[in-house]
Nanobody, 118 residues
Framework: QVQLVESGGGLVRPGGSLTLSCAASGFSFSVYALSWYRQAPGKERELVADIVSDAATTHYADSVKGRFTISRDNGKNTVYLQMNNMEPQDTAVYYC???????????WGQGTQVTVSS
């Protein structure tokens, strides 16, 4: 059974930091591209960051470049999102996504709430 379980969300003050984790099971994690998406109230889900299977290439949305870092540990089947210098506009539900690069398969986690507020 495929599972993606996010954790690490919560309430943080502007300028603060959080690290999200997404633990995966039930599929060949190391050959999947991984992404973090977020969805704010009343807005569409948007791509925040992604990382290829060997971690050689990452991509970030312009709004988080220089503040967020995506990484993965294929030995632990886990992907991370380190978020620094957070802003109220970062408030959203954050979702983990795993995407096969050889067939049209994609898995989603259930999401974790991140709120940036003073």
């Amino acid at each position: 059974q495929v599972q993606l379980v996010e954790s690490g969300g919560g309430l943080v003050r502007p300028g603060g930091s959080l690290t999200l984790s997404c633990a995966a099971s039930g599929f060949s994690f190391s050959v999947y591209a991984l992404s973090w998406y977020r969805q704010a109230p009343g807005k569409e889900r948007e791509l925040v960051a992604d990382i290829v299977s060997d971690a050689a290439t990452t991509h970030y949305a312009d709004s988080v470049k220089g503040r967020f870092t995506i990484s993965r540990d294929n030995g632990k089947n886990t992907v991370y999102l380190q978020m620094n210098n957070m802003e109220p506009q970062d408030t959203a539900v954050y979702y983990c996504n795993a995407r096969s690069v050889i067939r049209p398969v994609s898995y989603w986690g259930q999401g974790t709430q991140v709120t940036v507020s003073s």
